[in-house]
């Protein structure tokens, strides 16, 4: 069975400031990994996602994610963030075999000051 | 024109009641999904249907009977509320279970007093 461990509940950046949210998962089979954003009172939505390929995946609004099989992370980053950032960040695990379940972090809160 | 849309958007009930909440998506995708989210965030599979068809339930309990009548609709219905239940239930979509996206509605903030 796979599982997402998202390392951290809280991360206060200051507005224009780099950041990393961080994501290490675990599965006995092959993974896609995903990265949703959830804004105040909303849905999730898709901010990017790896399937295969290159591991540095980019996605909306500025952030990227590297996948590193050897360390089974997949850690989100922006180089420079924005109030309008303030969200809550999901990192999700869908495994290789048996779909159906795509398993979710328990969420990181970015919070951008001014 | 809303993808995956739910309703009610809030839902207050007394213990004891049956409540239902509505999900229709116009997306075309074949797999939908109930999520349920607690007061901290935390988001936890409920139910996946492929086609009309159960595929996932996730330990559920029988109080909580979801019904597909067709690909767009999945509904999920909660007898007997319980203070337990209260939480922000998300209907999804996606046409790929594995690879593919999936597409959220706003979400049903349910509180059971």
């Known amino acids: 069975a796979q599982s997402v461990t998202q390392l951290d509940s809280q991360v206060p950046v200051f507005e224009e400031a780099p950041v990393e949210l961080r994501c290490n998962y675990s599965s006995s089979v092959s993974v896609y990994l995903f990265w949703y954003v959830q804004y105040p009172n909303q849905g999730l939505q898709l901010l990017l996602k790896y399937l295969s390929g290159s591991t540095l995946v980019k996605g909306i609004n500025g952030f990227e994610a590297e996948f590193n099989k050897s360390q089974t992370s997949f850690h989100l980053r922006k180089p420079s963030v924005h109030i309008s950032d303030t969200a809550e960040y999901f990192c999700a695990v869908s495994a290789g075999t048996g779909g159906f379940k795509t398993i979710f972090g328990a969420g990181t809160r970015l919070f951008v000051k001014a | 024109d809303t993808a995956v849309s739910q309703t009610p958007k809030y839902l207050v009930t007394q213990m004891g009641n049956d409540k239902s909440i509505k999900c229709e998506q116009n997306?075309?995708?074949?797999?939908m999904y109930w999520y349920k989210q607690d007061s901290k965030k935390f988001l936890k599979i409920m139910f996946s249907y492929n086609n009309k068809e159960l595929i996932i339930n996730e330990t559920v309990p029988n109080r909580f009977s979801p019904k597909s009548p067709d690909k767009a609709h999945l509904n999920l219905h909660i007898n007997s509320l319980e203070l337990g239940d209260s939480a922000v239930y998300f209907c999804a979509s996606s046409q790929d279970p594995v690879q593919g996206e999936a597409f959220f509605g706003q979400g049903t903030r349910l509180t059971v007093v």
């Open positions: 997306l075309g995708h074949d797999t």
